[in-house]
């Protein structure tokens, strides 16, 4: 009769995590933290494998998970490391020979002395002989045998939570998949978050990477959102993603890791802190000491017997009594929590009981003797439980719950103190430095030569080699200190050095050469493996991998989003310098708070938002700082994206004077100013601190650039004149417009237009007083006002006062489309500036054919010849622009004669190929302009106004 | 090296306490150093602990810290924070009378799951002995406090 399978209450999953930091090989002899690893093999994993083999050879049904480091993994299939671990057991068997033979005759160590000695024949016999140094291939078995899932953690055990990118926390994850894939030829199905350590977010990186399951602290479990009513007994789906959490069992660490009531302090277990190494003659023991230097030797002949220092002989079989009670009293803990928590959920629950690898065998000698006897006990026929992997279970019993999780980690404290405090905060900002620059670089050389890319690969070696949380770990326990500010210092240093010399002059081969045969970790790792992630910036994208000259156009506003000519200027002179093949990227602010990449016409415009606390909304300068701190980050990431490129920097006016200083500083890049206007000319003088203060930054943008570029010899004076620049110290290129077909056009009569930026630098109240003049001979004449600004109200009251409302209409700011339209429409265009730098509106108009009526002043003066393209009058007298106005009422030959010259005028010196032309002159010249304070070499500079001609 | 980050970092060290670093290039601290002396004379070097509500994004002012002596590479620790929100942490220069003008902001730091709306198909309603069974795990306080084993040798 076929026995009914027993029924399982719940399960038990042991994981156990293998990792040791990598050590180099440095020296010709193995060094003392290789030991770490020596004793490890011996102490532990060996142990553990022997352990397994012979439950798998007795049939006795277990399983459990293993998680394997890359380091650890590196060091496990390195000949060299291989070779000197042979050595040092050879010299530990050698030891235990003599030992045996030195005790023979006494009656407290003989037996202890034997066993070790039996006990490290049968250790040497199965590395030399039976695994024949491949440690790898028997755990291949028992995965085969279905005994054991084998899982891995980050590639070098970095700390995820404190990472500051995410491409630094993705490539830990994917190398560490990628190279266990490598040496064990399949993938895992769930990792081991280093630490614990869990974060919000890390799901999605583990869900991109196919990693179907990872195990959370209690705590992290516990407090999820919601919270889980399986409390840690059942696994749970991170919302949003097919990845799974297990939750650690409280009980089953509190029972083995607790100093005080844990299993390994029980007083018959071996104790660790007295060695023969300590105990016996130097002598004696110097030929099996590594260095020569005094240590454990593993030969640990005492137990713990009390809190006193005094020890007794180590007694085996007693110790074992020991394991087998701890055994039972650990099954029958798990029967009792197993069938708790059955009688409440609808599936079986599981344990899930991590453990540090080492813990069993080197710490708690006796460890691997307890596990195997725990595993004997479970797979017993009546207990109810059995012992499953992670991935088995959540075959059987998928994940019926979603939650999201909160920082965690299993370090002291629960959440990441053991890895941040005072002792090492100090690490972070150069991690994190690293960690962007080597991003930024990765961007920048998607195609590099073998040097660079060699360059590159080893700088991500040495930072993931700094990124290991052993040393963070080190330096808060204040144990081997020297040696973990050491490595830090070195493998930061070290990723430090590569990167500068891949900024600047090119790797060091010999240092290279060497720093990959050292540190030698991920043979075949790609520095692509940094830049993996899509980016996540949005629709904002930081251009990387440029080569050839780029022009960076720093402008504080771009069409659409503009309020003056300062915009249109910057997008006609780009968009025509891309015609001609010139890259040019604006970088320019977003009025929506909401980053933007667009090409428009060839040209990359890059617009960035802008945050600014609420209650700083109105201060204007702290805005204007702001955006530019926020223009200098984008554009130096642009820099260091594309380390091949050459860039010029292109500043239009003081608004973004902050980031071209910054950026021209940091980056030794040629830098170009154009000045549209001054405050000083803008206001006719300085007034208030607050004009003091722009004009501060505009004298600081002139001199700090290597050349300055003004649109009219009106300008050129009065920048020379106000910031001291010498005579002819700036160049001198006009605004041009975009000049569509001639089309003949039906023009509306009577019609007077301005259009522009409704400050009272405008004059518009001059145009409205000479209008109010003529409004009487010219009954259905009309004035539209076109343009929007500070002085408005004060113009509707002049307007209002004058009875004029219903012949002068205000239109509000227009959009080009629109401005098109009236200057089209309209029969007459004003520009009555009182102050005017050039005045492109005018040239619009000039170039839409309309005859324009303007003031004697600026930039005006220089494009309409009084008579022939337009007429001019002496800013702010009304009386002489009405009379001009009536002129051109009363004659539209005239007006039509005038706009005729006016349109050829522009098609002739004021189109954009040109001004663009000259203006990529300006960047490549071979001297800069040194203005005040040097006028040698600048004889090539313009001595009479330039009004560039169409052909250059 | 440079490379300088030009930022504010702030990261967790647990629950209750928030660890900042700044770390700015020369370049920028000339630029913050000028615009403080030239254009807005008076302004001191503070660091604001923001409080944010999870639910729903609510913000204020919770601390304001004045950093003197400040150097382009530097750090502090925000001890004692509530649990229960989240924070980010502003670096500016504040005036005397009262205004404070931005130079860097930190993402949002999230101290507990982050809120999300899910189906209420999981019963809340626990079990008398469910109930105190978590009670009980959660009143023996983190599970890594037993994670104590000294590696007295790494």
């Known amino acids: 009769m076929r026995e009914s399978k027993p029924e399982v209450v719940g399960y038990l999953a042991v994981v156990l995590h293998a990792h040791l930091p990598f050590i180099p090989h440095t020296a010709a002899e193995p060094t003392l933290e290789e030991k770490w690893l020596f004793e490890a093999l011996t102490e532990s994993y060996i142990p553990f494998l022997l352990s397994w083999e012979r439950l798998a050879e007795e049939n006795v049904r277990f399983q459990l998970t293993l998680s394997i480091s890359p380091p650890l993994l590196t060091m496990l299939t390195d000949s060299v490391e291989l070779e000197r671990y042979s050595k040092y057991l050879r010299n530990l068997q050698e030891l235990s020979e003599r030992e045996a033979e030195r005790t023979r005759n006494d009656p407290h160590y003989a037996a202890v002395a034997e066993f070790y000695r039996r006990r490290l024949r049968e250790i040497g016999h199965a590395f030399h002989e039976k695994y024949r140094t491949d440690l790898l291939a028997p755990l291949k078995k028992l995965k085969e045998l279905g005994h054991l899932e084998i899982i891995t953690t980050g590639a070098t055990h970095g700390f995820l939570p404190l990472m500051a990118t995410e491409e630094a926390k993705y490539a830990q994850l994917h190398l560490a998949l990628d190279y266990f894939e490598a040496k064990f030829g399949w993938r895992p199905s769930g990792i081991w978050l280093p630490e614990c350590g869990y974060c919000p977010g890390l799901e999605r990186l583990l869900d991109k990477l196919g990693i179907g399951y990872f195990i959370i602290s209690s705590h992290g479990m516990l407090s999820a959102n919601p919270r889980p009513e399986t409390a840690v007994y059942a696994p749970v789906r991170l919302a949003g993603t097919q990845v799974n959490a297990f939750g650690r069992d409280w009980e089953t660490s509190h029972q083995v890791w607790s100093r005080t009531e844990g299993y390994p302090g029980d007083y018959w277990y071996r104790e660790f802190y007295r060695d023969i190494g300590w105990d016996l003659d130097y002598d004696y023991l110097q030929p099996y000491l590594l260095g020569g ?660 | 090296m440079g490379n300088q980050q030009n930022a504010v970092v702030c990261l967790l060290q647990d629950r209750k306490n928030l660890h900042l670093y700044w770390d700015l290039s020369p370049e920028r601290l000339n630029t913050l150093e000028h615009f403080m002396t030239h254009v807005r004379p008076g302004l001191k070097f503070c660091l604001r602990l923001i409080g944010v509500n999870p639910e729903n994004n609510d913000r204020w002012i919770e601390r304001e810290v004045f950093l003197e002596d400040f150097s382009a590479l530097g750090n502090w620790y925000f001890r004692g924070v509530n649990p229960d929100l989240d924070y980010l942490v502003e670096f500016g220069g504040k005036g005397e009378d009262g205004s404070f003008v931005l130079f860097s902001r930190t993402p949002v730091i999230n101290l507990q799951a982050p809120s999300w709306r899910y189906k209420a198909t999981v019963s809340t309603d626990i079990t008398q002995a469910k109930g105190d069974w978590l009670r009980f795990l959660e009143n023996q306080g983190s599970s890594a406090v037993y994670n104590g084993v000294e590696r007295s040798d790494q």
């Open chain 1, 293 to 952: 230097v005094r240590g454990d030797t593993g030969l640990k002949y005492h137990r713990i017997t009390g809190k006193s220092d005094y020890k007794e002989v180590y007694q085996r079989d007693k110790a074992l009594e020991r394991v087998k009670e701890h055994a039972r009293d650990f099954l029958a803990n798990r029967q009792r929590q197993l069938s708790y928590w059955r009688g409440t959920m609808k599936q079986p629950p599981i344990v899930v009981a991590p453990y540090d690898t080492e813990l069993f065998g080197h710490w708690w000698f006796e460890g691997p003797d307890w596990l195997e006897e725990v595993l004997r006990l479970v797979a017993q026929r009546d207990t109810g439980i059995a012992t499953t992997t992670l991935q088995s279970y959540l075959w059987k019993y998928p994940a019926s719950h979603e939650a999201t999780f909160g920082p965690s980690s299993w370090g002291e404290g629960g959440y990441n103190r053991v890895w941040l405090n005072e002792e090492n905060d100090w690490i972070y900002p150069r991690l994190h430095r690293a960690e962007k620059l080597i991003k930024a670089l990765t961007e920048g050389y998607p195609q590099p030569g073998p040097e660079v890319k060699r360059g590159l690969n080893q700088a991500v070696r040495e930072l993931l080699l700094a990124q290991s949380s052993d040393w963070p770990f080190i330096l808060t326990n204040r144990t081997v200190v020297d040696y973990a500010r050491a490595r830090l210092e070195w493998h930061l240093g070290q990723c430090e050095r590569l990167l500068v010399e891949l900024l600047t002059n090119g790797v060091d081969p010999a240092n290279l050469r060497y720093l990959e045969e050292t540190d030698r970790v991920f043979p075949g790792l790609d520095y692509r493996v940094f830049c993996s992630l899509p980016a996540s910036d949005g629709e904002l994208m930081v251009p990387a991998g440029l080569a050839g000259t780029v022009v960076i156009m720093l402008s504080w506003e771009y069409p659409p989003w503009h309020v003056g000519g300062l915009g249109v200027h910057v997008r006609d002179l780009a968009e025509t310098m891309a015609r001609l093949g010139q890259a040019v990227h604006v970088v320019t602010v977003s009025p929506h708070n909401q980053g933007k990449t667009i090409v428009q016409n060839g040209v990359h415009v890059h617009f960035l938002a802008v945050d600014v606390p609420q209650e700083a909304r109105d201060d204007f300068l702290a805005w204007v700082l702001r955006f530019n701190l926020v223009m200098a980050d984008f554009a130096g990431e642009m820099v260091l994206r594309s380390p091949k490129a050459r860039f010029l920097l292109h500043a239009h006016d003081w608004m973004v004077g902050y980031a071209a200083r910054e950026l021209k500083a940091r980056f030794d890049l040629l830098g170009v100013a154009t000045i549209h206007a001054t405050e000083h000319g803008r206001n006719r003088g300085l007034h208030n601190p607050l004009q003091h203060a722009i004009h501060r930054l505009e004298e600081e943008l002139v001199h700090g650039a290597d050349r300055v570029i003004c649109c009219s010899r009106y300008m050129q004076k009065e920048i020379e004149t106000l910031f001291g620049l010498a005579a002819d110290g700036v160049y001198m290129i006009p605004n041009a417009v975009n000049l569509s077909p001639a089309v003949e056009i039906v023009r509306k009569e009577q019609v007077i237009l301005f259009i522009g930026r409704l400050v009272a630098e405008k004059g518009v109240q001059v145009l409205i007083e000479a209008f109010a003049r003529l409004s009487g001979l010219y009954p259905d004449a009309s004035l539209v006002i076109a343009g929007s600004g500070p002085y408005t109200e004060e113009l509707q009251n002049m307007v209002r006062r004058l009875g004029l409302t219903d012949r002068i209409r205000f239109m509000g700011f227009v959009a080009e489309k629109v401005r098109d339209e009236l200057l089209k429409s309209c029969s007459i265009a004003v520009f009555p500036s009182l102050y005017e730098p050039f005045g492109i509106v005018a040239l619009e108009a000039m170039a839409s054919g309309t005859p324009v009526v303007v003031s004697r002043t600026g930039g005006l003066a220089e494009i309409v010849e009084d008579g022939v393209s337009g007429l001019c009058f002496t800013p702010g007298d009304a009386g002489e622009l009405q009379r001009c106005l009536v002129k051109l009422l009363q004659s539209p030959a005239t007006a039509r004669e005038l706009s005729k010259n006016a349109r050829l005028r522009v098609e002739q010196e004021f189109n954009w190929e040109a001004v663009a032309k000259r203006t990529l002159e300006v960047y490549h010249r071979e001297q800069p302009v040194v203005g005040a304070k040097d006028n040698e070499g600048a004889d090539d500079r313009q001595r009479e106004p330039v009004l560039v001609p169409a052909e250059v």
